[in-house]
C-alpha cells in the first residue's frame, strides 16, 4: 500500500503564491505516477498536473499552465507542486493522488487509474 499526506495549504492574497508537499511512504515516489486533482464545493474534480518520474513525463492542466510547477525530492520522498500567480478560482481541496501500474501522466480522477489519495489539503485566495 502507498500513504500520501498532503501539507502547505493556506490562505493567501491573489498574485501570491503556495507550496504544497505530498510524503509517499510505502513506495519510492520514482516508481510511481504522481498526481494533483482540485475540487472546490459543488464542482467537479479538475486535472491539476501529474509526473511519471519512471518515464521523465509532466503534464498540466489548461487552467495552471505556466502558473504551476510540479517538481520531487528523492532524499524525502516528497513531491512539490509550487503554485505561483494565485486567482480566486484556485481555491480548492488539492488532493495528491499515486498510481504504480501507469508509464504516462494520468489526467483522469480515476480511482481505478489512481488506486491512492491522500486526504487533501485546503488552499483559499482571497481577491
Known amino acids: 500500500q502507498v500513504q500520501l499526506v498532503e501539507s502547505g495549504g493556506g490562505l493567501v492574497q491573489a498574485g501570491g503564491s503556495l507550496r504544497l508537499s505530498c510524503a509517499a511512504s510505502g513506495r519510492t515516489f520514482s516508481r510511481l505516477v504522481m498526481g494533483w486533482f482540485r475540487q472546490a464545493p459543488g464542482k467537479v474534480r479538475e486535472f491539476v498536473a501529474a509526473r511519471a518520474w519512471s518515464g521523465g513525463s509532466t503534464s498540466y492542466g489548461d487552467s495552471v499552465k505556466g502558473r504551476f510547477t510540479l517538481s520531487g525530492d528523492n532524499n524525502k520522498n516528497t513531491v512539490y507542486l509550487q503554485m505561483n500567480s494565485l486567482k480566486p478560482e484556485d481555491t480548492a481541496g488539492y488532493y495528491c493522488?499515486?498510481?504504480?501500474?501507469?508509464?504516462?501522466?494520468?489526467?483522469?480522477?480515476?480511482?481505478?487509474?489512481?488506486?491512492?489519495w491522500g486526504q487533501g489539503t485546503q488552499v483559499t485566495v482571497s481577491s
Open positions: 493522488a499515486a498510481s504504480s501500474l501507469a508509464l504516462q501522466p494520468i489526467d483522469m480522477p480515476s480511482r481505478t487509474r489512481y488506486p491512492y
